[in-house]
């Protein structure tokens, strides 16, 4: 007999980085066994003999209470009907069995059954349950009704107890920590928590928190008693994607916080077709260590020959805040030479590809849109088609006092005390590859996305976005419509 804790399906879970809006579920299990507790009420000879001092049949089990009535058209809900002794009572304990299903209690705890003049109640749960039974109706092996059954029991610790999930957003369970108290009832089997709606109130866009739970049960003695307490994990913002992970694992090295498993598999890197225009590189990344990591950035010709590669470092945040956010600035001579860019962190070898953009249709202009992914991580989109802008005004007026019609010199009746503007962008990508059009999923569930103007982030909403397949068969173009979450005036 054990406890299994799993978290996310991982038994032993320490160092997740784990999404605040994908599903974290943890699973409490005890392998303990046991019975469970039956009861069997048996209809022998004739009822309708019964007399009664109201001259109505009651029958209690569980606390809920049925009871007989004269016509069988009024054998609804928590009634039954007894009918004609003709050597049975099948019929009667059939009607029993239905009344006792209406009962929500017996129902949520019990399988009914009936098999000719019996009707059987067993526990849909091992362990120890209260089955007090009582009626008016005469009792007694050569009586009317007979009662027999055995109570349950559990080889459980968590059997009949509550069981409580404390979390703590930190590294330990100090009072400073604490967070909050989920608790529910174990009948066996295993018992089961979404902490994501919890981990949603602590999480930050761009930060990795660490946090542990405790778990406890509280027996039906009152009696406290400790199951365990978790490894330190870590949450963020994040969110489902297909073919996403459901979490990540944090290490001393670096994993990249960005999803590239999507696509058909172009190259050994990322699956993914990543884009590149302008002559900055952001990325982000997950690690346990403060130190500087070393990045090495390649710029490949068409048949993916190095023309010119240089070292990077970046000094890590560590345990504070595991989510790291770098920006590279590239060379713009090499940039406009190469046709990839390739980005190896190296203390793992793990290397993601860029496609220098080469569009067949762009303008001189090219717009940016920042956005946090599914992992957590800074994401980005160089928009080389076309821009367009739209400018909507929505005014509210009000009425002037129409008794100075004639004193204002001024001929005005209707006035202006409020209108909005709505600044609305449209841009057009470079015709796209099949895979190169993953991002945009992620870009359209994102929390946080930016642009940068005059050399300021402003904050951008989305109001579409779609992705078209072009004339050519795997060749797609994506326009994107947004809106700026500050008055334009101000930008």
Not at 120 to 134: F, S, V
Not at 414 to 424: M, P, R
Not at 446 to 464: F, H, M, Q
């Amino acid at each position: 007999m054990a406890i299994i804790v799993t978290y996310d399906g991982v038994q032993d879970s320490r160092d997740l980085i784990t999404y605040s809006d994908i599903p974290n579920i943890l699973k409490i299990k005890d392998t303990g066994a046991g019975r469970r507790t039956t009861l069997s009420l048996r209809f022998v000879n004739d009822l309708n003999a019964v007399t009664s001092a109201d001259s109505q049949w009651w029958i209690t089990v569980f606390g809920e209470t049925i009871t007989n009535v004269i016509d069988p058209k009024n054998a609804v809900s928590k009634n039954f009907y007894v009918a004609p002794y003709n050597g049975n009572n099948n019929s009667t304990a059939a009607s029993v069995c239905r009344a006792l299903r209406n009962c929500s209690t017996i129902a949520a705890n019990f399988n009914v059954l009936n098999y000719g003049d019996y009707v059987n109640l067993e526990a849909k749960a091992i362990g120890p349950i209260p089955t007090d039974y009582n009626t008016n109706i005469q009792v007694g092996a050569l009586g009317y009704i007979a009662f027999e059954g055995h109570e349950g029991s559990a080889e459980s610790r968590l059997y009949g107890s509550k069981v409580d999930v404390e979390i703590y957003a930190g590294v330990d369970a100090s009072l400073s920590n604490y967070v909050t108290t989920l608790e529910k009832n174990y009948y066996g089997d295993n018992v089961s928590f979404n902490l994501s709606p919890v981990l949603n109130s602590i999480s930050k866009i761009g930060e990795a928190q660490p946090y542990i739970f405790k778990m406890s049960t509280i027996s039906q003695t009152g009696d406290w008693a400790l199951l365990g307490e978790s490894n330190i994990n870590y949450t963020t913002v994040g969110y489902m994607v297909n073919q996403g992970y459901k979490y990540n694992l944090a290490t001393s090295n670096t994993v990249i916080a960005q999803n590239m498993s999507r696509g058909e598999n172009k190259d050994t890197y990322n699956r993914s077709t990543l884009y590149i225009y302008e002559p900055t590189l952001p990325i982000s990344f997950y690690t346990k260590d403060s130190t500087i990591k070393s990045f090495l950035i390649q710029y490949l010709d068409s048949s993916y020959n190095v023309i010119t590669a240089t070292t990077l470092g970046i000094t890590t945040q560590g345990t504070e805040n595991l989510l790291n956010d770098a920006e590279f600035q590239l060379n713009v001579n090499d940039l406009r030479r190469a046709f990839y860019v390739d980005l190896t962190f190296s203390d793992t070898g793990n290397k993601v590809r860029y496609n220098v953009i080469k569009p067949l249709k762009m303008t001189e202009y090219c717009q940016r849109i920042y956005f946090r992914n599914s992992y957590g991580g800074v994401s980005f989109f160089d928009f080389t088609g076309q821009k367009s802008e739209t400018r909507d005004l929505e005014v509210a007026t009000y009425q002037k006092n129409i008794f100075d019609y004639y004193t204002d010199p001024m001929n005005e009746l209707e006035k202006v005390y409020d209108n909005e503007v709505k600044y609305t962008v449209t841009l057009k990508s470079h015709l796209i590859e099949k895979d190169g059009k993953y991002i945009f999923n992620d870009m359209l569930q994102s929390p946080e996305l930016w642009v940068i103007r005059n050399s300021e982030k402003y904050a951008i909403i989305l109001d579409s976005i779609s992705v078209d397949e072009t004339t050519n068969n795997d060749i797609y173009e994506a326009t994107v419509k947004y809106h700026y979450s500050q008055e334009p005036s101000l930008i």
